[in-house]
């Protein structure tokens, strides 16, 4: 019975507002898409970290005819060079902590390279003698890198060092930047968010005076007052958190699944799981919000 | 039932105090009409027995409870137990009858089966059984002001308080408020009601209590409306409506010419509508 009443009250109460439910609508669910963004962002930088983790290897680039950095004086490294450098990599104090390494020689290089960029024309200007021999080693430890560094720097042949994670942290950086200025977003429209709210119980609950001014004198319980003009703003906040729900449901099905993933074939995405995981984030936040705001909207309206 | 002990009342702002030291003590039962000017203190009595308003000295107990003692969340619960009539009705426009009588049930969370019980029932003792499913602008005043006596009634409260309700009715229609009030205090309920309408007062002959300028001015049992606070004139010596029926006039109220400038009030009008 008394449910029943509470549901007409709110019923009667999003209708006679729908324009100013509909716009928190609008700004919930805005501001909750750019929160579900920045953590699907968040979810992709640990996606690609977690897999690059294991597999980004350190690369010994060695010298060619070209090179004037590290050992190499435009000379390209020589068989006894490179052998050298194999047997820093197999001694008792290196090899413990080696996983694998290889051999890349310069066909190898070039077939490579010419995977990687088929279709550009970079292609066209580069043949095998540009591209270094290069030594890939995997590490047990892929943040041991500096055992690497140290064995190889200053050794004859040895062009330079390079761990491939430091391309990665840019790449991290780059996202990281992304995904910190859509919480900034959010935040702003959150707040706007909360202010909209807070403001549409006070005219909801000054619509409905009289009926609060009977309900006080006849000594309805303040919960009984206070929770139709809640769940008001609730419900509406819950409508526009199930949309930013969507929105973030979409982007990883349109846009990272359907079309990320087919431009960029060699990089790890987020599936599904990740929006999934947000959702319950942004549902969470909308209540939340809503509840807050208009329980303090409501008791200050009912104090006076 | 209703106990002041030298309470006194001073607005935030105001000049002056609203109530100066009231002391005032109203047995089970009772039925008390609290007259006085305009401004005297009737309505600040009011709101502080409901405890819409805390006194600034004082103490009030209302149904053997401390208005000082009971917490805020519990005055709803205090406020179940009194029942309050207005001079403006107070009714909701979108609600029947029946829906704006209920209303004070549901919102306090009685079942369904004791509204569909009560309401009938309280709207047969205000004499409105038949007007169940009509809305409030479909009503007179008096019909109206009957609504809002069943609303105030309904949960059989221990106490009702009136401010003024028959202040928009005629006497005809005013009589047959007080009728229904009278009804009601029969039943058991303690009635405090504020009013200008001396006719009433002097009719009913019941307990009066003055206010003036915020202190008690006279606490008569079977008192009339004979009161200081307005001056003497010579409107006073005018009939009363219940004066008038007695001698067999015609009211005089029923004279009244509605095509006069009301803010004119002619020579011979009834005295009491000026206080």
Known sequence: MRLGFILREVGTGLARNASMVVSIILVTFISLTFVGTASLLQAQINEMRGYWFDRAQVAIYLCTDFSTLGGCDQQQATTDQIRGVEAQLESPSL??????????????AYDNFREQFAGSQVVDLVSPEFLPETFWVSLVDPTQTDLIFEAMAGLAGVESVVDQRSYLDEIFALLNAGSITAVAVAALMLVAAALLISTTIRLSAFSRRRELGIMRLVGASNRFIQTPFILEGVVAALVGA???????????HYFVRGYLVTELPTTVFISYDAAFATMPLLIGTGIALAAVASYASISRYLRV | MILFDDVSKVYRGAAHPALTNVSLNIQPGEFVFLVGSSGSGKSSLLRLILKEERPSAGSIHVLGQDLRRIPARKVPLFRRSLGVVFQDFRLLPQKTVFDNVAFTLQVIGKSQGFIHEAVPDVLQTVGLAGKAQNFPHE?????????????????KPEILLADEPTGNLDPATSAGIMN??????ASGTTVLMATHDAGIVNQMQRRVVEISKGRIARDEHQGGYQTTSIPLGEADTAPTPIQAEESGATPIRKNVDLSVDPDEVPSQFPWELRA
Not at chain 2, 180 to 185: F, Y
């Open chain 1, 95 to 108: 090899q413990p902590y080696i996983e694998t390494y290889y051999f890349e020689d310069r066909q190898m």
């Open chain 2, 180 to 185: 229904v009030l009278s009804r009601i205090n």
């Open chain 2, 139 to 155: 009503l007179s005043g008096g019909e109206q002001q009957r609504v809002a006596i069943a609303r105030a009634a309904v949960n």
């Open chain 1, 242 to 252: 199930v949309l930013a729900s969507g929105a973030v449901w979409a982007i990883v």
